[in-house]
């Protein structure tokens, strides 16, 4: 299948709108605090990384938060700004001439002025001596530098090194609260690149859903997935690793890695757990399809996908400024909860099974997170929002109340897996609500999951996910026809507006 996109013509203004935001946020909070406005915002971009001990280098992806501020591709630059001016300075690595033998034609300085719209270009040899002479303060030049624990990750964000950094002052603090949080609100450009990552992945999964066929390896569906998006998005990057997960396999929450590495043979009747995701400019998307590789959903199967299907609309449908979600995480296991009452695979009062956790047993990570820049986007706990410890609630990625302008996925899951289910099973506290005569029957089963990405808007939420999600879209869809269908009523689950 051809595509009906082509790669999306990117606006280097959204840099430079991306720059001023921090600038307001920045000075307002040196306002408040009775503090000059001078000084630098200095960051590191990424270097180079090559295969351990070898010569061979691998695909360089920029450092985000230098990306979302400077939107430089290649490795080896520095960027400033000036707090009081608001002027930008990049600084570029000056390449020696056998660059241009091996690599290509060496850029001006000029070129980077002009590409990236930044007020002055010079070379990584000159920091100290430019932000010397451009500092206006009394004093050493104040650098503010990036600085900040990554709660997904729990790794810390490297400030900038370079030689001549003791001239300076410091400032270590003040910066990475400041700017995570102004990657939490997405501009009109921002969400234009995201929408664009949403668009050519969810016609790449289209294009697996039509090609899976039993006999297959997982790792072809990930090849599909790749060319698509590649040869008619232009996305050289992923998001993350795909995950390309059948039969019992889609019970491991991150299955694709190096030692599970989606290399299992389809066969017929499995269910098929798709999570890939394209990136674009370094925006990203995060898409969750799910479905029987035979293009036949069976009893048991419809059980647990529409389960999980009611879960994603129940929560698009609440989701508005102000929500908060943890409320709709909690939401979401009420609803799988319900479904597995009603299909007799649990037994007993659905609030108990609440009481007891038992969401948790069948979905074990969180509703979503934050996504932009990165798969798993900063700000989902800022300074002085704590984490929940209860089990169900610490594996969210954020615990935040909803704000227009945020962009965070929406995928719950129902899964069958043997770790988390045969303890509460043994449990004597949890073990009377299950129906072992029935539940055995789902062991091996694997797993659903569905995730969609969602901008929140000033009265509901956008899904930016266009992928079939109805059971007849998706088998009519396997079975050759056209889609998006046209339709003449719209509904929550098809990736339009939900008002709350």
């Given at each position: 299948m051809a595509s009906s996109l082509s790669p999306l013509q990117v606006n280097m203004e959204l840099h430079f709108k991306n720059r001023q935001n921090l600038l307001n946020s920045l000075r307002h909070h040196l306002s408040q605090s009775f503090l000059p406005l001078d000084g630098f915002v200095l960051?590191?971009?990424?270097?180079?990384?090559?295969?351990?001990?070898?010569?061979?280098?691998?695909?360089?992806?920029?450092?985000?938060?230098?990306?979302?501020?400077?939107?430089?591709?290649?490795?080896?630059?520095?960027?400033?700004?000036?707090?009081?001016?608001?002027?930008?300075?990049?600084?570029?690595?000056?390449?020696?001439?056998?660059?241009?033998?091996?690599?290509?034609?060496?850029?001006?300085?000029?070129?980077?002025?002009?590409?990236?719209?930044?007020?002055?270009?010079?070379?990584?040899?000159?920091?100290?001596?430019?932000?010397?002479?451009?500092?206006?303060?009394?004093?050493?030049?104040?650098?503010?530098?990036?600085?900040?624990?990554?709660?997904?990750?729990?790794?810390?964000?490297?400030?900038?090194?370079?030689?001549?950094?003791?001239?300076?002052?410091?400032?270590?603090?003040?910066?990475?609260?400041?700017?995570?949080?102004?990657?939490?609100?997405?501009?009109?450009?921002?969400?234009?690149?995201?929408?664009?990552?949403n668009d050519i992945s969810s016609e790449a999964h289209i294009e697996v859903m039509r090609k899976a066929k039993a006999g297959m390896k997982e790792y072809q569906l990930e090849s599909i997935f790749l060319h698509h998006t590649y040869m008619y998005g232009?996305?050289?990057?992923?998001?993350?690793?795909?995950?390309?997960?059948?039969?019992?396999?889609?019970?491991?929450?991150?299955?694709?890695?190096?030692?599970?590495?989606?290399?299992?043979?389809?066969?017929?009747?499995?269910?098929?757990?798709?999570?890939?995701?394209?990136?674009?400019?370094?925006?990203?998307?995060?898409?969750?399809?799910?479905?029987?590789?035979?293009?036949k959903f069976t009893s048991d199967q419809t059980l647990i996908y529409n389960a999980v299907l009611d879960a994603h609309d129940a929560v698009i449908s609440s989701m508005k400024p102000g929500v908060s979600w943890i409320d709709m995480h909690i939401l979401s296991h009420k609803v799988i909860l319900e479904s597995l009452k009603k299909g007799q695979i649990l037994v007993g009062n659905v609030d108990d099974t609440m009481v007891a956790r038992l969401g948790h047993v069948f979905m074990p990570h969180g509703l979503g997170h934050l996504l932009g820049l990165d798969t798993h986007d900063p700000g989902g706990y800022p300074e002085g929002l704590e984490r929940r410890k209860e089990p169900g609630l610490k594996a969210l990625r954020t615990g935040r109340k909803l704000q227009e302008g945020m962009v965070i996925t929406v995928e719950p899951g129902c899964y069958f897996i043997e770790a988390l289910l045969l303890p509460a099973m043994n449990n004597p506290e949890t073990s009377k609500f299950f129906n072992t005569e029935v539940i055995n029957r789902f062991i091996g089963f694997g797993g659903v999951r569905i995730e969609s990405d969602l901008l929140v808007t000033a009265t509901g939420c956008y899904n930016m996910t266009k992928c079939p999600r109805k059971i007849q879209e998706i088998e009519a869809v396997m079975a050759g026809a056209p889609w998006p269908v046209k339709k003449t009523s719209t509904t929550v689950g098809n990736g339009l507006e939900s008002k709350a």
């Open positions: 960051l590191q971009g990424g270097d180079e990384q090559t295969r351990y001990d070898t010569d061979h280098t691998e695909l360089f992806r920029q450092e985000s938060y230098f990306a979302y501020l400077f939107g430089v591709k290649e490795p080896g630059f520095y960027g400033a700004i000036d707090v009081g001016s608001g002027d930008s300075i990049l600084f570029a690595p000056r390449l020696p001439d056998e660059y241009a033998v091996w690599m290509g034609k060496i850029k001006s300085v000029s070129h980077f002025k002009e590409h990236y719209k930044v007020t002055t270009v010079c070379f990584t040899d000159e920091i100290v001596t430019v932000l010397q002479q451009n500092y206006q303060g009394s004093g050493k030049p104040l650098l503010f530098l990036l600085h900040g624990l990554n709660t997904d990750s729990n790794n810390f964000a490297k400030p900038a090194e370079f030689q001549g950094i003791d001239k300076f002052d410091k400032d270590l603090t003040t910066l990475h609260p400041i700017l995570t949080e102004c990657r939490v609100i997405k501009s009109d450009l921002e969400i234009e690149l995201i929408q664009y990552a232009g996305c050289r990057h992923c998001s993350y690793t795909c995950i390309c997960a059948t039969g019992d396999n889609s019970a491991v929450l991150h299955y694709g890695h190096t030692a599970a590495p989606n290399d299992k043979t389809l066969e017929d009747g499995d269910m098929a757990l798709l999570d890939m995701g394209a990136e674009y400019h370094f925006y990203g998307s995060d898409i969750t399809c799910s479905y029987p590789i035979n293009g």
